[in-house]
């Protein structure tokens, strides 16, 4: 029932009833049974005045001095909290749970915060109570479901029926009272546990419901009232799959029960099966058109098919049965969310609390709604109260993580996503334990940020692996570690193979497609800029319709500029995303200028429930001297020049057999002009290139409890006709057509032998036909996950790889095997064995170190030509060594300090490779520290200290060469309010250091021989 009141208004409750009221100012209160309420005229400055005669109530209200309570013995002024207060016949008392109450009356004033409690008394000083609040004060606000059709059980006795109906009103303890009476009177049946269950979970008592309800289904297998019970009790405490099972047994035996359909439609939704969970919901409709659980799971069905209108009005129908339901409160909300009206779905949400203040997950979502409109001290109160009321939920330690990283507390977000993980079983959440909401928003936050912020780049690359190797159907996971995998030298396939693959599997995206992050080489405005964004880094943590703004600006030395503009939108199932990008930089040297441009367009679209397509566009655009360094850099060619132009169409498409079984299908195309210029052996040169190539791949992702299984297959062909032009005097042109081929099928299976032990066997086959060697290859993989302790993980590899010709450096094929990288930047047919091993600790909290070896087996082919110019094709035999250690220790919330080393030894037999390497040896330590304010402004000092030394040129002529040094680098950033955007300066090599070093990514040094100032704003819209 709806009624508006006017000042001077009373409401009373009588026996048996509660009411909620929303005052002007959107604060809630809930009124117990057998209370009286007055609405007094507002005061001058607009503050609200309601007079509690008698009774109790407990006020939910987020604003500040926006109301005053009055009782016969105390008045309140509201400070923005939660609290209760319960006036009797001699005294009035007041239980804050959150925020502040400054209570008074003729006698005395008192603050009351968090946790206290204070009775007023007639002629007497307002006293604190000794006892704390406590949420047993608020039982009966709370949400108890049925477990009796609606449509009538004729084999439930009259006692039960009657404890059931005071439930429904939260009457707790009349209930409590009846069943009591029951035990007394005969041994517990099993009606009865069931509903001494229910009351358990929902007060929080999860593992007694349990066996409560456990004992109800053991003394009657066939009750639905049990079994009902009983899966409330499983989902409570995450066993979903056990709920799900439960539920189909009791549907088994009642299949004309609506409570039982509806539920089940339920726990169908969420575990993933959208088409099964709509007829069971609309089954459940039909059964008993006013059952508002079935009409609520209907819409969140149809939210989970991107149809928020439909979804809508489901809601408002359950709404309609049930005003007090909070699953259909919070579903509108979600929905008018999703259609971009956040203030009035984040109303909703709030009055699902209210019905429902002990539900963590209600909590959860509401702090998440505070986070979209930026009030963020609002959203911390209401995470650190979801925590409380349910510790072993990691949803609001995930959601809290994102909050604190985007109000630049990455430390404390550091703690929050470790207890998330810790509470998940030790993997990586990335969407919340309601598992009715897809909750995709949240699903594509930029988890890999708190990691970089703190600077604990090693620790990241830990947990991106193992979430993959966990879920690796999870499109979170693999873009988690696509952002990780940026900060890894030699990692660009895998970095942009990770990102293809998660935008494969997302069912649509809510991210703006920055030009720059498909690009595997050359400098990029991340690389080059201070504390590069993630390209999910501004993103809401609601699915909404929206339209989205993201532009960079970057300036530096050496006449350095770039800028980036993407502009996105999300609309029902569509989306797209269309961005340009721009770079130029005169380099450090003569002729190491390049320039950059870059295109885009993506769209994707959820063509139904288990479909979805995409389609990206892009042209680029390069043009450069030379731009490859040297160990010595005054050694570089003068007359190298370089301009080429790449147009390439991806389409892409995902379809869900089952939520255990997804095939994704991704198809490219590409045209190449290369045209370089050079003056070699006193004659200019003109080379050009130009090729078109075709790419497509399968994927077939498979889940069965502890296996997971991936296998696919690719095909790659490609047109290249290239011309060498001799200039004046001799001026002539040869010409070659050739061809590129690549067939591939692979299977990679992981299964968890035991809880902290799993393995991954693999074998791919490969063919491969190019210019440089011909291949036809079984690659054998083997991996091994191991954690002996809580706090210790260990892993290890070996595996074959053959290296094969990419479109975009992109593949679908599995990137690292137990977290050892697969896909470095090798010649094209090398096969390589790797062998490898690493170790992470996390000591406390604060503290964590690791370590890893890896060992590199190569087989190289190269061409030689003689004097005459004919060419030999030969193998090289190669060996890399790649290790790293770290330490890393947040001391403090506005402290961090790391110390990283990395260790490179390479060997190459006969062939030197484009950088001229006979043999290098490189040794890095790399101490750090990291000062975080709160108020945005992060200040982070780097040292690197480097030892390195090799046998550096071109066959024949080596010469042997090392140097050591320091180099130093200051980053600033600064975090603007409300998520706005970011401002960050940095000074690369800060005393202007002259020195000679190797980068062993050619693609992207790392350290220069002189100074380098770069300032970076993005800004978000």
């Given at each position: 029932?709806?009624?508006?009141?006017?000042?001077?208004?009373?409401?009373?409750?009588?026996?048996?009833?509660?009411?909620?009221?929303?005052?002007?100012?959107?604060?809630?209160?809930?009124?117990?049974?057998?209370?009286?309420?007055?609405?007094?005229?507002?005061?001058?400055?607009?503050?609200?005045?309601?007079?509690?005669?008698?009774?109790?109530?407990?006020?939910?209200?987020?604003?500040?001095?926006?109301?005053?309570?009055?009782?016969?013995?105390?008045?309140?002024?509201?400070?923005?909290?939660?609290?209760?207060?319960?006036?009797?016949?001699?005294?009035?008392?007041?239980?804050?749970y959150q925020g502040m109450v400054r209570a008074q009356n003729e006698s005395s004033s008192q603050t009351i915060i968090d946790g206290q409690s204070l009775v007023a008394k007639k002629d007497q000083d307002l006293r604190y109570l000794s006892v704390p609040a406590t949420r047993d004060a608020v039982t009966w606000t709370l949400y108890y479901p049925t477990l009796f059709d609606e449509t009538g059980d004729s084999d439930i006795s009259a006692p039960i029926e009657s404890a059931s109906k005071f439930l429904a009103t939260g009457q707790v303890d009349e209930a409590t009272r009846i069943l009591e009476t029951?035990?007394?009177?005969?041994?517990?049946?099993?009606?009865?546990?069931?509903?001494?269950?229910?009351?358990?979970?929902?007060?929080?008592?999860?593992?007694?419901?349990?066996?409560?309800?456990?004992?109800?289904?053991?003394?009657?297998?066939?009750?639905?009232?049990?079994?009902?019970?009983?899966?409330?009790?499983?989902?409570?405490?995450?066993?979903?799959?056990?709920?799900?099972?439960?539920?189909?047994?009791?549907?088994?035996?009642?299949?004309?029960?609506?409570?039982?359909?509806?539920?089940?439609?339920?726990?169908?939704?969420?575990?993933?099966?959208?088409?099964?969970?709509?007829?069971?919901?609309?089954?459940?409709?039909?059964?008993?058109?006013?059952?508002?659980?079935?009409?609520?799971?209907?819409?969140?069905?149809?939210?989970?098919?991107?149809?928020?209108?439909?979804?809508?009005?489901?809601?408002?129908v359950a709404i309609s049965s049930d005003s007090e339901l909070p699953l259909a409160r919070l579903g509108k909300g979600l929905a008018l969310i999703r259609t971009?009206?956040?203030?009035?779905?984040?109303?909703?949400?709030?009055?699902?609390?209210?019905?429902?203040?002990?539900?963590?997950?209600?909590?959860?979502?509401?702090?998440?709604?505070?986070?979209?409109?930026?009030?963020?001290?609002?959203?911390?109160?209401?995470?650190?109260?979801?925590?409380?009321?349910?510790?072993?939920d990691p949803t609001p330690w995930f959601y809290d993580a994102i909050n604190k990283q985007a109000n630049n507390r990455p430390v404390e977000a550091l703690h929050d996503i470790q207890k998330s993980i810790e509470l998940n079983n030790n993997r990586a959440i990335y969407r919340s334990r309601f598992l009715l909401d897809s909750d995709l928003a949240a699903r594509s936050a930029t988890l890999g940020r708190i990691y970089t912020d703190v600077g604990f780049s090693q620790l990241a690359q830990s947990e991106g692996y193992h979430s993959v190797n966990t879920s690796p159907q999870n499109y979170s996971a693999h873009r988690f570690l696509a952002d990780i995998y940026s900060t890894k030298p030699r990692h660009e396939i895998a970095r942009v193979s990770e990102l293809l693959v998660s935008q494969l599997l997302q069912p649509i995206n809510l991210n703006p497609v920055q030009p720059r992050l498909a690009e595997n080489s050359g400098v990029t405005l991340e690389q080059s800029g201070a504390d590069g964004v993630s390209f999910n880094e501004f993103n809401p943590l609601f699915f909404k319709n929206r339209f989205a703004l993201q532009a960079t600006g970057l300036a530096g030395s050496n006449n350095t500029y770039g800028d980036e503009l993407t502009h996105s939108a999300i609309w029902n199932n569509f989306s797209y995303s269309v961005g340009q990008?721009?770079?130029?930089?005169?380099?450090?040297?003569?002729?190491?200028?390049?320039?950059?441009?870059?295109?885009?367009?993506?769209?994707?679209?959820?063509?139904?429930?288990?479909?979805?397509?995409?389609?990206?566009?892009?042209?680029?655009?390069?043009?450069?001297?030379?731009?490859?360094?040297?160990?010595?850099?005054?050694?570089?060619?003068?007359?190298?020049?370089?301009?080429?132009?790449?147009?390439?169409?991806?389409?892409?498409?995902?379809?869900?057999?089952?939520?255990?079984?997804?095939?994704?299908?991704?198809?490219?195309?590409?045209?190449?002009?290369?045209?370089?210029?050079?003056?070699?052996?006193?004659?200019?040169?003109?080379?050009?290139?130009?090729?078109?190539?075709?790419?497509?791949?399968?994927?077939?992702?498979?889940?069965?409890?502890?296996?997971?299984?991936?296998?696919?297959?690719?095909?790659?062909?490609?047109?290249?006709?290239?011309?060498?032009?001799?200039?004046?005097?001799?001026?002539?042109?040869?010409?070659?057509?050739?061809?590129?081929?690549?067939?591939?099928?692979?299977?990679?299976?992981?299964?968890?032998?035991?809880?902290?032990?799993?393995?991954?066997?693999?074998?791919?086959?490969?063919?491969?036909?190019?210019?440089?060697?011909?291949?036809?290859?079984?690659?054998?993989?083997?991996?091994?996950?191991?954690?002996?302790?809580?706090?210790?993980?260990?892993?290890?590899?070996?595996?074959?790889?053959?290296?094969?010709?990419?479109?975009?450096?992109?593949?679908?094929?599995?990137?690292?095997?137990?977290?050892?990288?697969?896909?470095?930047?090798?010649?094209?047919?090398?096969?390589?064995?790797?062998?490898?091993?690493?170790?992470?600790?996390?000591?406390s909290k604060n503290f964590f170190t690791g370590a890893f070896y890896l060992v590199r087996e190569l087989s190289v082919p190269f061409t030689q030509y003689d004097l005459f110019g004919n060419a030999t094709s030969l193998e090289d035999d190669w060996q890399e060594q790649i290790g790293s250690a770290y330490i890393y220790w947040a001391p403090l919330s506005w402290l961090t300090v790391g110390l990283d080393y990395y260790y490179e030894r390479y060997e190459h037999d006969t062939w030197e490779g484009i950088q001229g390497i006979e043999s290098l040896t490189?040794?890095?330590?790399?101490?750090?520290?990291?000062?975080?304010?709160?108020?945005?402004?992060?200040?982070?000092?780097?040292?690197?200290?480097?030892?390195?030394?090799?046998?550096?040129?071109?066959?024949?002529?080596?010469?042997?060469?090392?140097?050591?040094?320091?180099?130093?680098?200051?980053?600033?950033?600064?975090?603007?309010p409300n998520r706005r955007g970011i401002i960050a300066f940095e000074i690369n090599n800060l005393f202007d250091e002259e020195f000679k070093y190797l980068d062993t990514d050619p693609n992207s040094s790392r350290f220069m021989p002189e100074q380098q100032l770069l300032l970076k704003i993005t800004f978000a819209l």
């Open positions: 029932m709806n009624h508006a009141f006017c000042p001077g208004d009373k409401l009373r409750i009588h026996q048996g009833g509660r009411a909620l009221v929303v005052l002007p100012n959107d604060s809630l209160i809930r009124l117990k049974q057998k209370s009286t309420l007055q609405f007094q005229p507002p005061r001058e400055n607009g503050l609200s005045i309601i007079s509690l005669i008698k009774g109790v109530f407990h006020l939910f209200s987020h604003q500040t001095r926006s109301l005053e309570v009055v009782t016969p013995y105390v008045n309140g002024l509201v400070e923005g909290t939660e609290f209760l207060v319960k006036s009797q016949e001699n005294s009035t008392s007041i239980h804050v029951l035990g007394k009177q005969e041994k517990a049946n099993p009606e009865t546990l069931a509903i001494e269950s229910i009351i358990n979970v929902v007060q929080g008592n999860t593992t007694h419901g349990l066996e409560l309800a456990q004992i109800a289904v053991a003394q009657d297998s066939s009750s639905s009232h049990a079994l009902l019970a009983l899966s409330y009790a499983e989902q409570a405490t995450f066993d979903i799959e056990g709920a799900l099972a439960t539920l189909k047994l009791a549907q088994e035996g009642a299949p004309q029960n609506s409570e039982i359909n509806a539920r089940l439609a339920e726990l169908l939704l969420a575990t993933g099966q959208v088409d099964n969970a709509v007829a069971a919901a609309e089954k459940a409709v039909v059964l008993s058109p006013q059952s508002s659980r079935a009409h609520s799971v209907l819409g969140f069905s149809y939210l989970a098919q991107l149809k928020p209108d439909p979804a809508l009005q489901a809601f408002e971009g009206d956040l203030a009035q779905g984040r109303k909703e949400i709030e009055l699902a609390v209210a019905h429902n203040p002990g539900d963590s997950l209600l909590r959860s979502y509401l702090g998440k709604a505070y986070f979209e409109e930026k009030r963020s001290p609002k959203a911390d109160r209401q995470l650190a109260m979801a925590k409380t009321l349910d510790p072993n990008y721009y770079y130029t930089t005169d380099g450090i040297r003569e002729n190491n200028d390049q320039e950059r441009q870059i295109y885009n367009g993506f769209v994707q679209s959820l063509v139904s429930t288990n479909t979805s397509l995409l389609a990206e566009i892009r042209h680029k655009r390069n043009d450069n001297g030379d731009t490859l360094f040297q160990f010595d850099p005054a050694i570089y060619d003068s007359t190298f020049s370089q301009e080429d132009a790449t147009t390439s169409l991806r389409i892409g498409a995902r379809h869900q057999f089952h939520p255990g079984s997804t095939l994704l299908a991704t198809g490219v195309f590409s045209a190449i002009d290369d045209d370089a210029e050079l003056f070699t052996s006193g004659l200019p040169y003109e080379i050009e290139s130009s090729s078109e190539n075709y790419m497509g791949e399968l994927l077939h992702l498979y889940n069965c409890g502890a296996l997971n299984v991936q296998s696919g297959i690719g095909y790659y062909h490609a047109d290249f006709e290239d011309s060498i032009t001799l200039g004046f005097p001799l001026n002539i042109t040869t010409t070659e057509d050739n061809e590129a081929y690549h067939f591939n099928l692979y299977s990679y299976g992981s299964y968890n032998l035991l809880d902290n032990l799993g393995i991954t066997l693999g074998l791919s086959a490969d063919q491969v036909e190019n210019q440089t060697k011909d291949r036809n290859e079984l690659s054998p993989k083997f991996g091994i996950n191991y954690q002996p302790l809580a706090n210790t993980k260990v892993r290890a590899a070996a595996f074959k790889t053959t290296h094969r010709n990419f479109i975009a450096a992109q593949t679908v094929e599995p990137t690292q095997i137990s977290g050892f990288n697969q896909f470095y930047d090798d010649t094209e047919s090398t096969t390589s064995w790797n062998y490898g091993i690493g170790i992470d600790q996390k000591i490189t040794h890095r330590l790399k101490p750090q520290i990291n000062f975080i304010s709160s108020c945005g402004l992060n200040t982070r000092i780097e040292a690197n200290y480097i030892d390195q030394e090799g046998s550096f040129g071109f066959n024949p002529f080596f010469t042997d060469d090392s140097d050591q040094f320091w180099v130093f680098d200051l980053k600033l950033s600064y975090r603007m």
